[in-house]
Nanobody
Framework: EGRVAESGGGLVQAGGSLRLSCAAP????????IGWFRQAPGKEREGVSC????????YYGNSVKGRFTVSRDDAKNTVYLQMNSLKPEDTAVYYC????????????????????WGQGTLVTVSS
């Protein structure tokens, strides 16, 4: 079974930007959607964004819409999450997950589902 691995987390001031990467070797983007999720201390994991298989259509949760952008590099088998205008409430461990999903990937985010999860990368936004 393939694995996914996140990188790019760190400490940033409010208003700043970070780009997270999700390396997904062994997963074909013809078959798998990739979701981004996060979990803040003491809170449940929530869906952030996703990119659908094949056509690469995207979906964003309301809390990040307009600030985060998900993209994909098929040649590198890597998905990115560009995070701009970061807020302290964005502080969390961010995870990516791969799942075989037909059609638009919105349910992956709203139901917080994945078949294979990464180990997470910590994003801390200071005020």
């Amino acid at each position: 079974e393939g694995r996914v691995a996140e990188s790019g987390g760190g400490l940033v001031q409010a208003g700043g930007s970070l780009r997270l990467s999700c390396a997904a070797p062994g997963f074909s983007f013809d078959d798998y959607a990739i979701g981004w999720f996060r979990q803040a201390p003491g809170k449940e994991r929530e869906g952030v964004s996703c990119i659908s298989r094949r056509d690469g259509s995207t979906y964003y949760g309301n809390s990040v819409k307009g600030r985060f952008t998900v993209s994909r590099d098929d040649a590198k088998n890597t998905v990115y999450l560009q995070m701009n205008s970061l807020k302290p409430e964005d502080t969390a461990v961010y995870y990516c997950g791969a799942i075989k999903w037909e059609g638009q990937c919105m349910p992956v985010v709203t139901m917080v589902i994945a078949e294979v999860w990464g180990q997470g990368t910590l994003v801390t936004v200071s005020s």
